[in-house]
């Protein structure tokens, strides 16, 4: 069974903080993992990829993975209420394709 | 990443009957997935599409109650059979990145479907 797990939150944060998202994954051999953002009654919208560990920057966003722990994470910085939405990590173990996802984090940006 | 459109977007269906959801993508893609959205919840892959071979269903799934076509590489459909209210749910499309990124995938506006 491969597994992706996320706290569901709900995660609150006030504008401007910093939201930190983390995801664990039970497959040791996973390669690929990546991160969706999904606003309420929409379909999930890639906006991370990480293949390597570290850090990877994108904007206010950055990646972070570290393969030895089987641990993804997401950090927003100076986050904005627009950034309200879950969150869901996805794993992908092999070059098959097949994604496995997180159960998702809701987050909140609070005005 | 490729412009993908399903149709129909929400429809509202009696039980037993059967709905075919279609899924078309703008340029050619290798392959295609469908997944189901329960309300709260995250996503279960239905199954795998691929042009010219039969579709790859997961545990749990099964051709009879979800036939899958993929006559091409830029269509697929999912016909969701005899349904029942616990098929309300919204099933999304997705597909792969394309030429150098085959392993990211990219998702459908989604259909949203309730079953009476």
């Known amino acids: 069974q491969k597994e992706v797990e996320q706290n569901s939150g709900p995660l609150s944060v006030p504008e401007g903080a910093i939201a930190s998202l983390n995801c664990t994954y039970s497959d040791r051999g996973s390669q690929s993992f990546f991160w969706y953002r999904q606003y309420s009654g929409k379909s999930p919208e890639l906006i991370m990829s990480?293949?390597?560990?570290g850090d990877k920057e994108d904007g206010r966003f950055t990646a972070q993975l570290n393969k030895a722990s089987q641990y993804v994470s997401l950090l927003i910085r100076d986050s904005q209420p627009s950034d309200s939405a879950t969150y869901l990590c996805?794993?992908?173990?092999?070059?098959?394709?097949?994604?496995?996802f997180g159960t998702g984090t809701s987050l909140t940006v609070i005005p | 990443s490729a412009v993908i459109s399903q149709k129909p977007s929400r429809d509202i269906c009696q039980r037993g009957t059967s709905l075919t959801i279609q899924c078309q993508v703008d340029?050619?893609?290798?392959?295609m997935f469908w997944y189901r959205q329960q309300p709260g919840q995250s996503l279960t892959l239905i199954a795998t599409?691929?042009?010219?071979?039969?579709?790859?269903?997961e545990s749990g799934f099964v051709i009879d109650k979800f036939p899958i076509s993929r006559p091409n590489l830029t269509f697929s459909t999912l016909t969701v059979s005899n349904m029942s209210p616990e098929d309300s749910s919204i099933y999304l499309c997705?597909?792969?990145?394309?030429?150098?990124?085959?392993?990211?995938?990219?998702f459908g506006p989604g259909t949203r479907l309730t079953v009476l």
């Open positions: 990480i293949y390597s560990n």
């Open positions: 599409a691929n042009q010219g071979s039969e579709a790859t269903y």
């Open positions: 340029s050619q893609v290798t392959m």
């Open positions: 996805a794993v992908n173990p092999d070059t098959g394709n097949q994604f496995y």
């Open positions: 997705s597909v792969d990145g394309g030429r150098g990124s085959t392993d990211t995938q990219y």
